[in-house]
């Protein structure tokens, strides 16, 4: 062109001629027929693909939240192991207490009976 710029075209789409001022404007690339929301898109989908950051650490909390649900499901069985044998001791403590203040009562009469004569 005279005032310096380029004009080119490709086979790939017949008709369409690209303008520029720079008379070599360099390595870039053409999008024909794809809208801005379209190329979002397709950027979010190759950056949520499988081997992305994103998706390592996905997985890796997920991994986490796996291991703390084990966790809190071996603390809710201890916490009832712990409950049942807790209650079991406190009953015979309490039947252990009772057979005392039977034998204190039974004791305090005999005393008791043996001040009166």
């Given amino acids: ?6 004009s080119f075209s490709t086979s790939t789409y017949p008709g369409l ?4 001022k720079e008379r070599d404007p360099g390595d870039f690339s053409l999008y024909v027929g ?3 929301s379209q190329k979002i898109i397709d950027l979010m989908q190759d950056i949520l693909k499988e081997r992305s950051s994103i998706d390592s650490a996905n997985t890796m909390y ?4 796996e291991k703390l649900v084990e966790k809190l ?3 809710d069985q201890r916490e009832k192991l712990l409950k049942s044998r ?5 009953g015979d403590m309490e039947s252990v ?4 203040n039977g ?3 039974l004791l305090e009469n005999l005393v008791n009976s043996w001040n009166q004569k």
């Avoid at 062109?1 to 380029?6: H, P, Q, R």
């Avoid at 997920?62 to 939240?65: A, M, Q």
């Avoid at 207490?97 to 005392?100: A, E, P």
């Fill in 62 to 65: 997920k991994t986490k939240n």
């Fill in 97 to 100: 207490m009772t057979q005392f």
């Fill in 86 to 90: 807790y209650t079991t001791q406190f």
């Fill in 73 to 75: 499901d071996l603390l």
């Fill in 17 to 20: 001629s690209i303008v520029s």
């Fill in 103 to 105: 034998t204190k009562t």
């Fill in 34 to 36: 794809k809208s801005f």
């Fill in 1 to 6: 062109m005279d005032d310096g710029g380029s």
